[in-house]
């Protein structure tokens, strides 16, 4: 750690909260079928493009599979790379922004508050991830879909940056829960839409300051590592290399 | 004695020449004017038609979150940079020529820094939520975050524009009072106001020549942090490309290159339309064109080191900016540019008998305007296109919507620039008096 004392206060305050949300993508699990992507919209009130806005570079997506060919034809590899925001602990996205709208919650997501939002859009140049999704226009669903929208996501307007909240309104009732019952969140108790729905689970979700939790344990694998690591961004979520390498 | 003489009887035809723009006008400038302002609403319609439907209305798109409208702020943030250049570092120096130069350069300033702020407004995602940036004291006790280069940029500008105003003002208090003696009609009452009751006494005339001598290198300071300022905007971001330590220096380099390029396009301009020919002279071209060779090698020096940088370093993020500029997709905007800010002044301006045409320099100030503001793009666009993640590699071109209010709000610089002529005398009167008494002297 640093030896400057203000930034070790800083680090134990972030420390001291209760919960440190953590996800482990394993790459090895991952099929590329894009269930997570349907699940995220669903649970998250994502604005719906067509097909014109999608080739314009407009659709929204918390979570993407980015694929990569690997090789020369006929011997091609796909590979895929599910993208997600990465809730840096050192987020370039935060210092940027003019008006406090991109922020840190103690329990280290990285939030954004539509709100406040005005739509400079400098995190959005600032995420080395490209992660933040930008609503170049008001949202709009056909109907019967506007009858589906979650009750406990706030639908956002034109002009605002969003991303992946971890699916904070989930992490938030699962708390709730436990702490009516006087005791700490379970492991596996809150699960994100997209690891909910992933037929192979590659995706996994929990509390990095319990050590028990498979995410404390997966994160430690040898196989772990983050994204663009060396930009110091210190993300929470943590990739698992495919075993065939 | 003769010399002194006819210095004397020069006075009354310099203040008939130098005021005749404010007294007579003709048609042709009030078809000029309309024209411009048909450009204007044209412009402000598509801009209220991006508010009503949202800013998708450019062609903005994920990963390239800023374009045309963020180019032009840099752009004409440069422009502003002409007056405070010229006429603050040539006052600093005591350069005699700056004397006819100074006033149409500081006009420039004031009108190209109030549409630079346009284009912040231009940019927002919402902006009828643009006093989010304010800092003033709400109920939620929320403050704009100073940590963001963002709102530094808002500081630096508002203080520019502040002092630049102060700036402009100062020396045209003397003029003010002699539009003031000579124009009658309501326009009397306004420059009486402006004048601030200046008389011309010898204590009056100490203390504004003390006001001018303090303000003048703190304006040159400003216009410096200024610039730098908004080439952190960029190198602050980690994005590869941007993220350069030369980007402060290079932006306030490139920004007096596109500023004294402008300056000669007005300087030609308003010699022309109103017969200035006994002012701005041959002279005044050619000091400004060895100015402009000094800029373009200066600014050329930067932009081969940085390049060379990357092109040595072969990092792979850096490195895939710089190919789509050399011989990708960005290949002809780019070698465009190349020629348009450097190679063709560079081969006109070295040749002593081209600094004395001015056609010639006015055609060059066009190009390194055109070739600066395609920079500008090239700066922010193709880093933003090559983000690290391969898989988002995309393209940008501004929309129709973007073009007509980038269109209109040109037309709407040179509209305000156009009736501040009729308002301002374009030579400060009383400098190009005491310049003649200066040359008699010597």
Not at chain 2, 153 to 172: E, G, M, N, R, V
Not at chain 2, 291 to 319: C, R
Not at chain 2, 341 to 369: C, D, E, S
Not at chain 2, 381 to 386: D, I, T
Request: hydrophobic share 45%.
């Amino acid at each position: 750690m640093s030896q400057d004392p203000q930034a070790t206060e800083e680090y134990s305050k972030k420390a001291a909260s209760p919960y440190k949300w953590e996800m482990v993508v394993d790459l090895d699990r991952c099929s590329g079928c894009e269930a997570c992507v349907v699940a995220c919209h669903a649970e998250n009130n994502i604005r719906i493009s067509g097909e014109e806005e999608a080739a314009e570079g407009r659709a929204i997506n918390w979570i993407r599979i980015e694929r990569y060919w690997e090789g020369d034809y006929p011997n091609v590899k796909a590979k895929f790379l599910p993208v997600m925001c990465q809730h840096c602990d050192d987020a370039p996205c935060e210092p940027v922004c003019p008006v406090y709208a991109s922020y840190h919650t103690p329990e280290g997501l990285n939030a954004q508050v539509y709100n406040r939002c005005i739509g400079v859009r400098y995190c959005g140049n600032n995420c080395p991830y490209v992660a933040r999704q930008f609503n170049w226009f008001d949202p709009h669903w056909d109907e019967p879909l506007a009858e589906q929208l979650n009750p406990d996501v706030t639908v956002r307007s034109g002009g605002v940056m969003e991303k992946c909240t971890f699916c904070v309104q989930r992490i938030r009732s699962g708390k709730e829960a436990a702490h009516k019952e006087g005791r700490r969140v379970r492991d596996g108790e809150i699960t994100p839409a997209c690891v909910q729905s992933c037929p192979t689970s590659a995706l996994i979700f929990g509390d990095r300051n319990d050590p028990d939790s498979r995410v404390s344990h997966l994160k430690k694998s040898r196989r772990g590592f983050h994204l663009m690591e060396s930009l110091g961004t210190h993300p929470a979520v943590t990739y698992l290399r495919r075993l065939s390498e | 004695m003769t010399d002194r003489q006819t210095v004397w009887e020069e006075m009354p035809k310099i203040n008939r020449d130098l005021l005749s723009p404010l007294q007579t006008t003709t048609w042709t400038y009030y078809l000029w004017v309309g024209v411009l302002s048909c450009f204007v609403a044209a412009g402000a319609g598509a801009w209220t038609y991006q508010i009503q439907t949202g800013i998708g209305q450019t062609d903005l798109h994920h990963p390239i979150f800023w374009g045309s409208y963020i180019a032009s702020f840099v752009y004409w943030i440069g422009v502003s940079h002409s007056g405070t250049f010229i006429s603050g570092v040539l006052r600093l120096t005591n350069a005699e020529w700056r004397r006819p130069v100074t006033r149409m350069a500081e006009l420039m300033t004031v009108v190209a820094l109030l549409v630079t702020a346009l284009f912040v407004f231009y940019h927002l995602g919402r902006v009828w939520r643009f006093y989010y940036l304010i800092p003033y004291p709400n109920q939620r006790e929320l403050w704009p975050n100073f940590r963001s280069p963002l709102m530094w940029d808002a500081t630096a500008i508002f203080t520019y524009a502040t002092a630049s105003t102060i700036y402009i003002y100062l020396p045209l208090i003397p003029d003010f009072a002699l539009a003031r003696d000579r124009i009658q009609g309501w326009r009397k009452t306004v420059y009486r106001w402006l004048a601030i009751g200046w008389h011309g006494s010898q204590a009056q005339w100490r203390t504004l020549e003390m006001a001018i001598r303090i303000i003048t290198p703190l304006i040159v300071m400003v216009m410096i942090s200024v610039h730098s300022i908004v080439g952190f905007d960029f190198s602050m971001a980690l994005v590869p490309a941007w993220h350069s330590t030369i980007f402060a220096p290079y932006f306030v380099v490139g920004a007096v290159h596109s500023g004294l390029a402008m300056v000669m396009i007005g300087l030609y301009v308003l010699r022309k339309v109103y017969h200035l020919q006994n002012y701005v002279r041959t002279e005044h071209f050619e000091k400004l064109g060895k100015l402009l060779l000094v800029t373009t090698l200066l600014l050329a020096y930067m932009y081969f080191a940085e390049q060379l940088t990357i092109w040595y370093g072969k990092v792979p993020d850096h490195i895939a900016v710089q190919n789509s500029l050399l011989y990708g997709s960005y290949a002809v905007p780019f070698w465009f540019m190349v020629s348009c800010i450097y190679v063709i002044p560079l081969v006109t301006l070295v040749w002593p008998r081209f600094r004395q045409w001015p056609v010639g320099l006015m055609m060059v100030g066009l190009i390194i305007n055109l070739g600066m503001y395609i920079e500008r793009m090239l700066i922010i666009v193709p880093p933003l296109a090559h983000p690290r993640l391969s898989f988002q590699w995309d393209e940008y071109f501004p929309s129709m919507i973007e073009l007509a209010i980038l269109v209109g709000t040109l037309a709407l610089a040179l509209l305000l620039y156009s009736l501040a002529v009729k308002f301002v005398p374009v030579i400060s009167i009383w400098e190009e008096k005491l310049g003649k008494k200066h040359a008699q002297e010597h």
